[in-house]
């Protein structure tokens, strides 16, 4: 007897890769007024959940998108965990898109 497999836990994916992150959020609900370039620069990844995202580093959910003035929502730390490495710019396992060009 074969059993199915179980899907790939979003914790298990490779997601210290920005492209990674970025292209995470293809599917994304567009319902929420946000950047996914944004995010995915910010740390974020999008779960498929709902409009949940998680930081690759601190592994912190957001889904709270509104906004007091109806614009696009902004990114921040208050997003992360206060010891997340990240934010705080001591990760050293973030791969940026433009890392290549970057080197060049």
């Given at each position: 007897m074969?059993?199915?497999?179980a899907p790939r836990d979003e914790d298990?994916?490779?997601m210290r890769s920005e492209l990674q992150r970025f292209i995470s959020f293809s599917?994304?609900?567009q319902c929420a007024n946000v950047s996914g370039l944004r995010l995915a620069q910010a740390g974020f990844f999008y779960t498929g959940l709902s409009v949940m995202v998680k930081c690759f580093c601190c592994r912190r959910?957001?889904?709270?998108?509104?906004?007091?003035?109806?614009?696009?929502?902004?990114?921040?730390?208050?997003?992360?965990?206060?010891?997340?490495?990240?934010?705080?710019?001591?990760?050293?396992?973030?791969?940026?898109?433009?890392?290549?060009?970057?080197?060049?």
């Open positions: 074969v059993f199915p497999l298990e994916r490779d599917a994304f609900p959910n957001h889904s709270d998108w509104r906004t007091d003035d109806g614009a696009l929502f902004r990114t921040g730390n208050f997003m992360h965990e206060t010891d997340c490495d990240f934010m705080l710019g001591t990760d050293t396992s973030n791969v940026p898109m433009d890392e290549n060009s970057m080197s060049q």
